[in-house]
Structure formats: C-alpha cells, structure tokens
C-alpha cells in the first residue's frame, strides 16, 4: 500500500515566531483529518528546532529542506543528518529545482545527500522535474529519467519519497493538467524497483486544483510552497475531497 503524504515547503519564509503562530492556528484543523494521510512541514532551519517542540505529540512530522552527506567537517554553511536528527526531523527535501538552479546542487551531490539521510532514518523527498524549454523540446521524459537513473545509484527504495515538480509550474500558478502530471509519475514509478514509494506532485498545488490532483491514481501526495505558508490554505489541502 503507497503512502498519502501532503507535504509544506515553506523554503526562505518563516521566523521562529511565525512558525509558532502557524501552528497555533494549523493543528486545530487537522485533528479530524483521515489518519491514513501523512502531513509534513519543512521549514527553514532556523525554525526546525522550535518546530519540533511545539509539534511534540502531533501527528505533523518535521522535516528540513537540506542535509549534508558527512557527519561534521570543515563544511561551511552545511548542516548534517546528525544535527537534524537530533532535533526530531524525520523528513529531508533533497534536489529541490531551487538549489539545482541557484546553489549548483548536481546528481551527485543529490545522491550523497539521499544516503545521507537515510543512514539516518530519515526519509528524503528527491525532486525532480524538467524545465519549460526542456517540456517544449520534447525532452521531458528524457530528463526526468536520467535524474532518477543517476539520483538513485545505491539508495534505498523502501525509505524515499519522490517528489514530480514540473519547473515551469514552481511558484508560478501554472498548474501542470491533473492528467499529464498522473501520467508522467506513471512513468517515474515504471523506473522504480520498489512500486510502493510514494509519488507527490509539485507545482502550484492550492486549494482550488488540490482535489482533482489527489483524485489522480498514480498520485500519491504533493508537495506544497506558496499554499502551505498560510494555515488555512494548507490545511484545505491536507483535507482534500
Ligand atoms: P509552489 O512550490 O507550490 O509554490 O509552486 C512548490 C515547490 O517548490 O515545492
């Protein structure tokens, strides 16, 4: 059985205070959602820790937007599974388009990263996804499986989340169709060894196109930016029809 999971990727939003504040007014509202559907939040690292106190006993899990793939070292800027693990994140976003695009993120680094979190029990969501001129070139299915083919090589199908994010449907409104997006993860978990990993769609996911993405076969979740920072709006997500 594939796993619900509506995750928020809250990215470079949120002090610790507005995080709190979220939650205040979040968790009311999923006390009565379907316990069969996972919610996740992955907020900045400078919230995780307040996060996991204030979610303590909840049925939200935690997650970051980043790992690094050792344990400590002369890496500035980076953060490890040890320190994350510590405060109680049991998700990871890994290869976001964001940081393959501004922060030179590679296949490589995508994939010691997945490791990493999975020596430490901590499940990552692998994006991926091709970009408009890529879709328009015909390109799409091309580029989306020579990044599974190279972000998977040693990693551990039976504690990963996949996420499908279109590009050019990332914080623009642009929606990719309900249908094309079943058909293209259809086409990643054709790829998989293991066809109970969970697939979300990414993209502009809100309140108003959530249900007819959810009602899809092949998708098992999403992925959500702008939508997930306002808690009403998140929470009409999490409790799709
Ligand atoms: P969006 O972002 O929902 O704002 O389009 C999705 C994502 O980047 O994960």
């Known amino acids: 059985m594939r796993k619900i999971l509506i995750a928020g990727n809250w990215k470079m939003y949120k002090t610790q205070a507005e995080a709190k504040a979220f939650l205040q007014s979040f968790l009311p509202h999923v006390e009565n959602t379907d316990p069969a559907r996972g919610i996740i939040l992955c907020s900045p690292f400078t919230a995780l820790d307040p996060m996991s106190q204030n979610l303590h006993g909840s049925r939200v899990r935690l997650g970051a937007q980043n790992i690094h793939w050792e344990e400590v070292g002369a890496y500035t800027g980076e953060v490890s599974g040890v320190m994350l693990k510590e405060i109680g994140v049991s998700y990871v976003i890994v290869g976001h388009s964001e940081r393959r695009q501004y922060f030179g993120e590679t296949d490589e680094t995508v994939n010691l990263r997945l490791k990493a979190a999975q020596q430490y029990a901590i499940t990552p969501i692998l994006c991926v996804g091709e970009t408009k ?37 990332i914080g623009t409104g642009d929606t990719c169709e309900a249908t094309e997006a079943n058909r ?38 999403a992925l959500v930016g702008g939508a997930s920072l306002e808690a009403g709006d998140f929470a009409r997500i999490v409790n799709y029809e």
């Not at 060894?193 to 993209?203: E, K, L, R």
Request: proline share 7%; glycine share 8%.
């Open 133 to 169: 001129a890529q879709r328009d070139a015909g390109e799409t299915e091309a580029v989306i499986l020579a990044q599974l083919k190279a972000d998977l090589v040693g990693v551990d199908q039976s504690n990963l989340v996949i996420a499908y994010e279109p590009i050019w449907a």
């Open 184 to 221: 293209v993860i259809g086409l990643i978990r054709a790829q998989l060894d293991n066809p109970d990993v969970p697939i979300q769609y990414g993209g502009s996911v809100k309140p108003s196109n959530v249900d007819e993405i959810m009602a899809q076969p092949e998708i098992d979740g």
